[in-house]
């Protein structure tokens, strides 16, 4: 029987055992499933208790929530020690977003704040930055009250930027910066767009996926402005990609100038870039656009002829 052979696995002292039961949990029914891997997240290998705390997210009994965030609160009173690198509040923190957990709420807003720093590699890190990220999705997907107040300001968070910073602080990866942007965008909120703009048009030192993100979080939001913020990226961006990513979020926006800001964009665009530009066009199925993919057809480049060769033979397939 699978639960005899799992309980026999957690009993183990081999690590890679524990782990290997924990694996074999979504083989369990679901009434006993959320009982064993609540008894996983308190293994003394913290490895163990994060796969636990991962899977969790999927289970479908709600008492385990009161026991989830008791744990979670546990472990934060003392990080360092009983959660080295975060990873179990970093994915309770997630498996509350996924289970709506709104008993969560509390500790979610601990982890939104929790910085904690550690030598990885001999080097001062700050492993918080994930169960940041985690916390702050969370909080959005919940819709939980002045949570806009507390992610924005995860998307300026450089760590070294902070008041107060020390010049020894570790710089925070762009990581939770991204889902800062993501959370903004979930959280349905219009207000988000005045702090995703700001990060658009004063983009200095920032990673790209970090602009990816909140390009795509100013569309959801259905920002009437968006035109403003996209097109300077589309012309003259120095990365093609990150120019080709703002012309396909000018394409999702609809905006009746898409077909020409995307038609005029395209001499500056090689490769993988020119064909996302003209995926892009493909999409809108306007008679402008139409108009336009018919005249590149037959007076376009030779690699734009070749590439909508291709997309439109896909099509057909």
């Known amino acids: 029987m699978i639960a005899t052979e799992i309980n026999r696995l957690l009993a183990s002292r081999k690590v890679e055992d524990r782990i290997r039961a924990v694996g074999l949990t979504d083989r369990l029914p679901e009434e006993i499933q959320c009982a064993v891997l609540l008894r996983a997240l308190t293994d003394k290998t913290n490895f163990v208790a994060a796969e636990a705390a991962k899977r969790l997210g999927d289970c479908a009994d709600t008492a385990a929530d009161a026991i989830m965030v008791e744990r979670f609160l546990w472990l934060a009173e003392k990080g360092e020690s009983r959660d ?45 930055a994930h169960l940041r990220a985690n916390s702050a999705l969370a ?65 200095d030192g920032e990673s790209l996926d970090v602009l990816q993100e909140c390009m795509n979080s100013i569309i959801l939001l259905q920002d009437d402005r968006a035109l403003e913020l996209l097109t300077p990226y589309l012309v003259s961006h120095p990365d093609e990609m990150l120019a080709a990513y703002a012309g396909l979020m000018i394409a999702q926006s609809r905006v009746p100038e898409a077909p020409a800001l995307l038609r005029a964009s395209l001499s500056r665009f090689s490769g993988d870039a020119l064909r996302a530009v003209l995926i892009a066009l493909t999409t809108l199925r306007t008679p402008e656009a139409e108009a336009i993919l018919a005249e590149l057809s037959t007076d376009g480049s030779r690699a734009i002829r070749s590439i909508l060769t291709e997309i439109w033979q896909r099509h057909d397939g």
Not at 94 to 121: H, N, P, S
Not at 165 to 181: H, L, N, Y
Request: glycine content about 10%.
């Open 84 to 128: 080295g690198g975060c990873h179990i509040r970093a994915n309770l923190a997630f498996a509350f977003g996924k289970r709506e957990c709104y008993q969560a709420t509390d500790a979610l807003w601990i982890g939104l704040k929790t910085v904690q720093i550690e030598a990885v590699g001999g080097v001062p890190f700050d492993v918080g």
């Open 139 to 203: 909080l959005a997907q919940m819709r939980a009250r002045d949570v806009l107040r507390d992610i924005t300001p995860l998307l300026f968070d450089f760590g070294k930027n902070r008041v107060g910073a020390k010049p020894t602080a570790p710089e925070i990866r762009s990581e939770t910066r991204r889902t800062a942007a993501q959370a903004l965008g979930i959280l349905g909120n219009r207000d988000a767009l005045a702090p995703l703009a700001v990060k658009l048009l004063f983009p």
